[in-house]
């Protein structure tokens, strides 16, 4: 199958994504070293999303690359491990306080555990879109559904190399913000909702 393009791509996960999750936590099994943290399942076939995104290209993404942020935290957190007893939510969120010797791998790997466990979490095909309190926040921060969808994409497409394009809840109100490689909103106390992987080879 051809890659996707970026446009494409972008706007393929723009309109098939399903309901978002107003709660950041996220479940992390049992602190048992030495893999504190594990790869969480994709939670639908490889193929689900097919026409849009390929098999191939979830397997790869989920077993490869959202493998590899997970060994590699666990490495981080075996180098010190008063880290162990913590969620990766909150490594990510207290990263102004992680040592020193661990910060710069929460950033990276430990960002791109999270992100990639909630951006799996919002993938889906053929739902109504947002109702209810989530529809009317959209409504009542960008005026419309619809113009939400088009700042969302049009903000993706912004993003220089590989980043992420987030719809935040940001002292009350929801803001589109994007960060650079697998930075969280988390970190600068911001609660993502959704994310868009923008990947640089796409």
Do not use: C
């Amino acid at each position: 199958m051809n890659p996707l393009s970026r446009r494409n791509a972008i706007k393929t996960i723009v309109l098939t994504t399903g309901a978002l999750a107003t709660s950041g936590a996220l479940a992390q099994p049992a602190a048992t070293p030495p893999e504190v943290f594990k790869l969480p399942a994709l939670g639908f076939d490889y193929d689900a999303l097919e026409p849009h995104i390929d098999a191939e290209t979830m397997k790869i993404h989920h077993d490869k690359h959202h493998a590899a942020y997970v060994a590699k935290l666990n490495a981080a957190v075996a180098k010190e491990p008063s880290l162990a007893t913590k969620t990766v939510e909150e490594l990510v969120t207290h990263l102004d306080t992680a040592p020193e010797n661990a910060a710069v791998d929460i950033r990276n790997h430990g960002g791109g555990h999270f992100n990639h466990t909630l951006f799996w979490q919002h993938l889906k095909k053929g739902t109504g879109g947002p109702q209810g309190d989530l529809l009317k926040a959209l409504e009542q921060n960008f005026g419309s559904f619809a113009k939400w969808q088009e700042q969302f994409g049009d903000s993706a497409m912004k993003v220089f190399g590989s980043g992420w394009t987030w719809l935040v809840l940001r002292k009350g109100r929801l803001v589109i913000e994007n960060l650079p490689n697998q930075d969280s909103p988390l970190s600068t106390g911001g609660q993502p909702l959704l994310g868009i992987d923008v990947w640089e080879h796409a």
